[in-house]
Structures are given as C-alpha cells and as structure tokens.
C-alpha cells in the first residue's frame, strides 16, 4: 500500500509564496519520476513540474521563473516552491509518483490534491 499525501495549500494574497510538500509513504522500494500537476475550476488538468530520481527538473514553458521543483530522496517527499503567486494559479495541486514496490514492479500514484487559492 502506497501513498502519497499532499500539504502545504492555503489562501495567499498576490505575490505571496507558498511551499507544497509531497510525502510517500507505505511499501516503496524505489521512486523514480515525480511531479506536480495542477488543475483549475473549470480546466483540464496541466503539468507543473517533473523532477527525476537524480534531480533533473523540467518546466513547462508557462510555469518557468516561479516555480522551483525539489526532492529528498531519503524523506521519500518531493516539494515545489511557489513565488510571486498569481490568482491565476489558485488550483487544487497534485502530486504524482512513479513509484517501485517492488524490484520490478512500479505503478503510478496521484496524491489527494491540495488547494491552493490566491486572493486579489
């Protein structure tokens, strides 16, 4: 049993900052890609960031300057640093893992979600 849980949302007034962490827990024996996702009232859910197991990030292109993905792999937590928040990316924020139970065996994990609102 995986899981990964989300904390870290809340209401922040523009330009403020915020920190998600992402937590696994449960039978893991190797994390490879994370990443976080976003998703809008309204919209289709959009990448945010991705971080590989060896710290390799990628950004879309829409998401580069404000936003700086991490990870500790021994915490098994991923975390995306917000700045200079917008009220454009109040969303509720997913984590998702690519995560080994076994040698072999991997699966992909979304975490719950977590709102993040950015008042005007």
């Known amino acids: 049993q995986v899981q990964l849980v989300e904390s870290g949302g809340g209401l922040v007034q523009a330009g403020g900052s915020l920190r998600l962490s992402c937590a696994a827990s449960g039978t893991i024996f190797r994390i490879n890609d994370m990443g976080w996702y976003r998703q809008a009232p309204g919209k289709q859910r959009e990448l945010v960031a991705t971080i590989t197991s060896g710290g390799s990030t990628y950004y879309p292109d829409s998401m580069k300057g404000r936003f700086t993905i991490s990870r500790d792999n021994a915490k098994n937590t991923m975390y995306l640093q917000m700045n200079s928040l917008k009220p454009e990316d109040t969303a509720v924020y997913y984590c998702?893992?690519?995560?080994?139970?076994?040698?072999?065996?991997?699966?992909?994990?979304w975490g719950q979600g977590t709102q993040v609102t950015v008042s005007s």
């Open positions: 998702k893992a690519d995560i080994y139970t076994m040698l072999t065996l991997s699966y992909v994990f």
